[in-house]
């Protein structure tokens, strides 16, 4: 009983090892990026809004190019700028642990959404079809030809067409969290900055009262 308790135990904190490495390597990869953004907080939410976007969709691998074309011709063309350094960091929502459970999701929206309800496989058959059609140590090139076999297949359109509602909400809640998350921030900088100023204020101010005493 004994040995079955530490065994038990030991392998809680593995779980917790896991779960306190994820969250501090999730921290590193979307939250920091932000921390360090020295622009307005409109400019670092649409970085985030256009990586969220982006990290919704079955595009895994490329996601990162995307946005980086986004960036560009929204800002040539549209007078739209935004973090690029923040969108690229957002893209990894989707990372190798999200990336098929999400593949998932979106593929089930999108067989609801194109009504086909009596062909939906099981989260199991889903990764299988999917692993089978991509494999390890594919280069860039390799993987849009791979995309683009993908998409011609029903369950690719079905994760194609899923994902659409998917980007559009996923994008609009990272602007909002992004611009919030920046805000405070800049709020906290602020109230630092002004009890900086005030104590600098009243050193002198003291040192006046004790010189006239």
């Known amino acids: 009983m004994a040995t079955g308790g530490k065994h038990k135990k030991a392998k809680r904190r593995r779980k917790q090892g896991v779960w306190n490495g994820f969250a501090r390597l999730t921290r590193f990869r979307l939250i920091i990026p932000i921390l360090r953004s020295k622009h307005p907080p409109e400019y670092t939410a649409r970085g985030v809004a ?20 986004t960036w560009l011709i929204a800002r040539k063309l549209f007078k739209w700028d935004s973090s690029l350094i923040v969108g690229l960091a957002w893209t990894w929502v989707t990372n190798v642990f999200t990336m098929l459970p999400a593949y998932y999701v979106f593929y089930l929206t999108g ?10 496989s099981g989260y199991n058959s ?13 280069s860039t090139w390799e993987t849009v030809q791979m995309y683009a076999v ?5 369950w690719g359109v079905a994760m194609a067409v899923g ?3 998917w980007a559009a909400v996923g994008g609009w809640l990272g602007y909002r969290f992004g611009l919030l998350y920046a805000q405070r921030r800049a709020e ?6 002004g009890h900086h100023r005030h104590g600098e204020s009243s050193v002198p101010h003291l040192g006046s009262q ?4």
Do not use: H
């Open 50 to 69: 256009v990586g969220m976007a982006w990290a919704m969709t079955p595009l895994v691998g490329i996601q990162m190019y995307l946005v980086f074309m």
């Open 111 to 120: 067989q609801m959404m194109l009504g086909n309800w009596d062909d939906i």
């Open 126 to 138: 889903f990764v299988d079809a999917y692993l089978k059609t991509f494999e390890e140590g594919l």
């Open 150 to 154: 993908m998409i011609v297949k029903d």
């Open 163 to 165: 994902s659409l509602p």
């Open 188 to 193: 906290r900088i602020q109230r630092k900055r």
């Open 210 to 213: 004790r010189a006239g005493q």
